[in-house]
Nanobody, 121 residues
């Protein structure tokens, strides 16, 4: 079994910063990509950023230059540094880890429970 747990959400004013953290634990052989998604009320869940096991990154256009994703492969953690936050960044942020549990098995996506980020204007 795999557990994915996020932390670090909260309330911040426009222009402020927050750092989200996520840790994957349990029956893990390796982790491919790790990423952050978000879902605002009434909207579909969208990709914010992801990072591969070798450090390659990809960002949504709306957060480029403001958010930075990083990971620690040894600790199975991923973080999202969010700067210059805007009210439109308000959403529940979910961590995702593509976990390989056993040799010969394909990676499966595991989700955290989500953490609320609210940016006030």
């Amino acid at each position: 079994q795999v557990q994915v747990v996020e932390s670090g959400g909260g309330l911040v004013q426009t222009g402020g910063s927050l750092r989200l953290s996520c840790a994957a634990s349990g029956s893990i052989l390796s982790i491919n990509a790790m990423g952050w998604y978000r879902q605002a009320p009434g909207k579909q869940r969208e990709l914010v950023a992801f990072i591969t096991s070798s450090g390659g990154t990809n960002y949504a256009d709306s957060v480029k230059g403001r958010f930075t994703i990083s990971r620690d492969n040894a600790k199975n953690t991923v973080s999202l540094q969010m700067n210059s936050l805007k009210p439109e960044d308000t959403a529940v942020y979910y961590c995702n880890a593509e976990v390989v549990q056993h040799v010969g098995l394909l990676a499966a996506k595991h989700w955290g429970q989500g953490t609320q980020v609210t940016v006030s204007s």
